[in-house]
């Protein structure tokens, strides 16, 4: 497929197989020197016999929030789990299709399994911090990808907690269990995490469902801030946040990606009757 | 009429239940009534240091000599020995079979650990005497192969299932989340569990060494079987030893009631005793740990 020049309709015959994705808005065109760091490409995937996703085509421009909305069972997260191949983890899952990063295939071999998830990390819908201390959760990534150690590892947590906001509150808690702090900190930390690795791309899933409105703000602050230096794609249950905090915008609908364009367009003008009666609370 | 029949019936049932769930209890109380009486006797004879700490049990000699070192010794050498395989190998077994196993092998394996734990003791001694014993023999050149290090590989034997069963419940406990987040940030299987896992199921793991140390403590006939049950101090783990527990079940028979021979086997159980219910009460400090987390 043409990788170049970010129109990937120019020379692939095989999408005009498929009428119900409305190809128009999907993906976006991006305006000049802006680029796509992700792209899936017809993406098929299966659990067993269930059709979880059904010739999904997307692509996330770099440094910008993309969001996932749609109602549950849809598979907006299972194409998030797509894009560090989480769903390996899953016995008896069939994917095809292609999904690039930085223009590499990450299906395309075996490949470099923790080098991928290292640069597209993932944050979760409860905060997981290890059962470790802070400087621990936070040391875990560079320990085991031998990023740092040492003096220098210190400094990499220290920059790692400030870049969530955490080093202020918690520099003298350092050596605390990580289990200690609350569902805020927690889901900062697991961020904090993904700083230190250095990741390039960070997939939150429902990273706000299990926080209160107040930390949930908090955190779309910490998004918005993170913007510059991070891709990020979110999976959310709330369509609000998603109108609040996204650039760009996909809808899913029983494994479709039904819709995907710039957020306003999205939330002002969708095109798609379906996307229409789930923004206006028809349905979902 | 008909109602104070039901009443009836329902306060009897009420009881009968009550007594049910405090008869461990009761039994509990008048082993150790029972034991303290018969072994308190001994004490008439010998000081507790004395019998703790000295070094020769001739029971039958006269003037007796009851020192039970040797046997504590014994006993804690055979132990240390068998907890030095079954701990490793068993925690080992633990995380192939909870972690890495493919899901077919894994029912084979945890089948087979369970009917290695229902194997008799005393068959395994058995199999200890015809096969183990000779074989040490021959092939380390000792004198003799009945040895401590023969008791200490028989009773991890009969170890390893309690340390795999326990342990490998305290890994499946550790939430699925702390591997997905190891793995999402792009940790190896084995970095996962060395440095996430590990530390999840740490708890779990100490209590089921613990437990295990219970069941060896107090195993007796494959020991009895396999050690020579030699009472000396031993100098390797290559040397005959006997067990407080060989012990008491070797000489309880041809011990007269009454005499300070007799008194010091009871005294003899109530160490066991104490040593067990230390053990299981420390398992179970850390079995509870890592259920409050």
Not at chain 2, 29 to 52: C, N, T
Request: positive net charge.
């Amino acid at each position: 497929m043409n990788r170049k020049t970010g129109d990937m309709f120019a020379n692939s015959p095989e999408l005009g197989t498929c009428p119900r994705v409305l190809r128009p808005t999907n993906p976006p065109e991006f305006g000049d020197g802006e680029k796509v760091k992700i792209r899936a490409e017809n993406l098929n995937l299966w659990y067993g016999d269930f059709q979880a996703l059904i010739d999904v085509t997307m692509a996330v421009r770099e440094k910008s929030i993309t969001a996932l909305i749609g109602s549950s069972g849809c598979g907006k997260s299972t194409l998030l789990r797509c894009l560090n191949r989480m769903n390996d983890l899953i016995d008896d899952v069939r994917i095809e299709g292609s999904v690039r990063v930085d223009g590499r295939d990450i299906y395309a071999s075996a490949g470099d399994l923790p080098a991928l998830r290292k640069k597209v990390g993932m944050v979760f819908q409860r905060p997981n911090p290890f059962p470790l201390s802070i400087y621990e959760n936070v040391a875990f990534g560079p320990r085991v990808h031998h990023q740092a150690k040492g003096g220098e590892l210190d400094g990499l947590v220290e920059e790692s907690l400030r870049a969530v906001d955490l080093w202020d509150v918690l520099k003298d808690r350092l050596r605390e269990n990580a289990l200690k702090l609350s569902l805020e900190q927690k889901q900062r930390l697991c961020i904090a995490r993904l700083a230190a690795v250095k990741s390039e791309v960070v997939l939150m899933d429902e990273p706000c469902s299990a926080l209160d409105p107040y930390a949930t703000m908090k955190i779309e602050d910490l998004m918005r801030l993170l913007k510059a230096k991070f891709t990020i794609v979110i999976v959310t249950h709330n369509m609000q946040q998603a109108a609040r905090v996204s650039d760009e915008t996909g809808f899913m609908l029983l494994g479709e990606l039904v819709e995907f364009g710039a957020t306003t367009d999205i939330f002002t003008r969708p095109r798609d009757k379906r996307t229409e009666d789930y923004i206006t609370g028809r349905f979902g | 009429m008909k109602r104070s029949l039901r009443r009836a019936k329902e306060f009897a049932l009420e009881r009968l239940l009550f007594l049910s769930g405090t008869a461990s209890v009761v039994f509990v109380v008048l082993i150790f009534v029972f034991l303290l009486r018969e072994g308190a006797a001994v004490f008439g004879h010998v000081s507790l240091g004395h019998f703790l700490g000295a070094k020769f049990w001739y029971p039958i000699s006269s003037p007796a000599k009851l020192g039970i070192l040797p046997l504590i010794l014994g006993s804690l050498l055979v132990t240390a020995g068998a907890l030095a395989i079954a701990v490793p190998l068993g925690i080992a077994a633990a995380f192939y079979i909870a972690e890495v196993a493919p899901k077919r092998l894994r029912t084979v394996l945890k089948s087979c650990v369970e009917i290695l734990s229902a194997i008799p003791s005393v068959v395994l001694g058995f199999l200890g005497i015809t096969l183990l014993v000779p074989f040490l023999k021959n092939f380390l050149g000792l004198p003799t192969g009945l040895t401590a290090f023969s008791g200490s590989l028989m009773l991890a034997f009969m170890a390893m299932p309690t340390i795999i069963t326990i342990s490998e419940d305290a890994i499946n406990a550790v939430p699925r989340e702390y591997k997905e987040g190891a793995v999402a940030l792009g940790a190896t299987h084995w970095q996962t569990l060395v440095r996430v896992v590990i530390h999840g199921a740490f708890p779990g793991i100490i209590a089921a060494a613990m437990l295990g140390i219970g069941r060896v403590i107090g195993e007796t006939m494959a020991v009895m079987m396999v050690t020579g049950n030699a009472a000396v101090i031993p100098r390797t783990i290559f040397e005959p030893v006997r067990t407080l527990t060989a012990t008491i079940a070797a000489e309880m028979g041809e011990a007269a009631q009454g005499t300070p021979h007799y008194h010091a086997l009871f005294a003899v159980g109530i160490v066991l005793f104490l040593i067990s219910f230390a053990i299981n009460l420390t398992a179970d400090l850390f079995l509870n740990r890592g259920k409050k987390r």
